[in-house]
């Protein structure tokens, strides 16, 4: 009987043509603000079958309910009949948003509020049915472009939304795997963008669910959802992190630290221990967990201390034999992948990007906390801290 994923429990957006003409070198607050204004069950069907334009409104429609991460949307590992249209809404919003402990913060942009933005699922030959929201409180243009999505500018130029506008956007989701999605605006306010949050993943499952390195199903307990986060938060002459009151302002300045390629944070899911402590993942001994891990922008190498991926699907490819037994591994910038780990002690389990600078000085880490009873065959302490005997 297959089983569903629910979301856990326990959870206590200027066009991209401009991106093809020359890229503006510089850009002030005044400059950038003249942008502004600027339920019939489907037949099963081979893998990669086309299905006509006219056959679309017949397939089924499921509205997917959109969790902020790292929970994901309640799913079905193996799908159920046929291609459907997986509806979703995704809402921008440009907020301010804290950073650490220290004061830090960032005017994000956002979907649906959440830093990365809101994991979509959804199985290969599916389509995905977007309706993109920019509310008139909003100060920018925003977009979407879908690295999960086949044509041009991945859908960047047909999601174009001014503030009080909406769009809707279908594609077929053609490849399985795990992928980014972002706004992409146009020029620098790509990069702008993007480092400012307005990112997020889809996960386009095989049909027939996840499978090991020998072809054998690979069913998952959990599933969580991580994205990572470089910051550039500009500082004024006596280093303190400098404030705003709108996004636009803090622009020329950001754009600036953004040139020094040298993040003053580094963070999983928008903050500084957004995922440790009393934030920690949950999990149980025995569970497999399916961590789904993206980075928009900057490479990264996550590692599991304690554990190890059991499989790793590098690049996110469904479609490849998974890696085993993995100690680290390794996502490029504007990639992401998925890794499955059953764990087998109880206990704290730190999650990190193994340049460990930016896991311990910048905030590149989560933790596990998993219940259970110990196994002293796995590891014991054989003697306790005592003289030295020698």
């Known amino acids: 009987m297959e089983l ?3 979301a856990v429990q326990e959870q206590n957006g200027v066009s991209r043509r401009g991106f093809i003409g020359a890229t503006v070198a510089s850009m002030g607050a005044a400059a950038a603000a003249t942008l502004i204004g600027r339920s019939a ?5 081979p893998a990669g079958a086309a299905v006509k334009p006219e056959q679309i409104s017949g397939l089924r429609r499921v509205k997917q309910t959109l969790v902020a991460p790292p929970f994901t949307p309640e799913h079905d590992q193996v799908a159920q009949g046929g291609p459907k249209v997986v509806e ?3 809402v921008v919003e440009e907020k301010l948003m804290d950073v650490d402990s220290s004061g830090a913060k960032i005017w994000a942009c956002t979907f649906n509020g959440s830093m990365p933005g809101p994991l979509i699922v959804c199985h290969q030959d599916d389509y995905i049915e977007l309706t993109l929201v920019n509310p008139a409180s909003n100060m920018l243009m925003h977009n979407i472009d879908f ?8 859908g960047g130029a047909l999601t174009e939304v001014a503030p009080g506008q909406e769009v809707v956007l279908r594609f077929r989701a053609t490849k399985s795997g795990t992928f980014v999605y972002h706004c992409a605006p146009g020029s620098q306010m790509i990069p702008f963008h993007v480092v400012s949050g307005m990112n997020g993943a889809v996960m386009v499952l095989p049909r027939d669910g996840l499978k090991d390195e020998r072809g054998n199903p690979a069913h998952y307990d959990r599933a969580y959802y991580l994205g990572e986060q470089d910051l550039y938060l500009p500082k004024d002459a006596n280093g303190k992190y400098k404030e705003y009151d709108n996004i636009l302002m803090g622009m020329p300045d950001m754009l600036e630290v953004m040139k020094t390629l040298t993040p003053t944070h580094v963070v999983f899911n928008g903050a500084v221990g957004a995922l440790t402590g009393k934030n920690a993942l949950k999990a149980k001994v025995g569970e497999s967990v399916l961590i789904i891990h993206s980075q928009a922008n900057r490479d990264t190498r996550p590692h599991l201390i304690g554990g190890h991926g059991d499989l790793v699907w590098v690049g996110g490819c469904f479609n490849d034999k998974p890696s085993t037994n993995m100690e680290t591994w390794m996502i490029p910038g504007g990639g992401s992948a998925a890794a499955l780990y059953t764990f087998r002690q109880p206990g704290t389990y ?3 990007n193994h340049n460990l600078i930016e896991a311990i000085l910048l905030g590149a880490a989560a933790h596990f906390q998993v219940e259970g009873n110990w196994n002293d065959d796995l590891m014991s302490q054989v003697r306790a801290p005592g003289p030295i005997t020698v």
């Open 4 to 6: 569903n994923v629910p």
């Open 147 to 154: 690295h999960a999505s086949t044509g041009a500018m991945g």
């Open 350 to 352: 730190a999650y990190i």
């Open 41 to 45: 069950q489907a037949s099963p069907r």
């Open 88 to 90: 979703v809404r995704m």
